[in-house]
């Protein structure tokens, strides 16, 4: 590997750790929010704003790029389907189709 592609290795597993750190902590808040059923506070949107939605676009995205690097494998696999749906629908739906601040 040169130094170019041990850097990119390096910045996806940065990404893929603080992403599922953030995801496992904002959990716990989620399982809490759901428990009171009350209308999000200001700071539980600004909360998902920065720290669910804008890692969670990064996850779709890679989850994007991975899709299409291993749809050859998928194909002969024949599970294309379920591959776009895990790595991108699911990713994307969480991050851009559900209310501010409902985690």
């Known amino acids: 590997m040169n ?3 041990k850097k990119l290795v390096s910045c996806f597993l940065a ?3 603080v992403t599922s750190n953030l995801t496992l902590v904002n959990g716990a808040y989620a399982r809490e929010y759901d428990s009171n059923n009350e209308r ?3 700071g539980a949107m600004l909360a998902d704003a920065v720290f669910m ?3 969670m676009t990064a ?3 890679v989850g994007a790029a991975v899709f299409v690097v291993t749809l050859p494998f998928s194909a002969l696999g024949g599970n294309v389907g379920e591959a776009g749906t895990k790595l991108v629908k ?3 739906e969480y991050a851009w189709l559900r209310p501010l601040g409902e985690m």
């Open 3 to 5: 130094s170019l592609q």
């Open 15 to 17: 990404i893929v750790l």
């Open 40 to 42: 999000p506070s200001g």
């Open 53 to 55: 939605r804008l890692p």
């Open 59 to 61: 996850v779709t995205i």
């Open 90 to 92: 699911e990713p994307f």
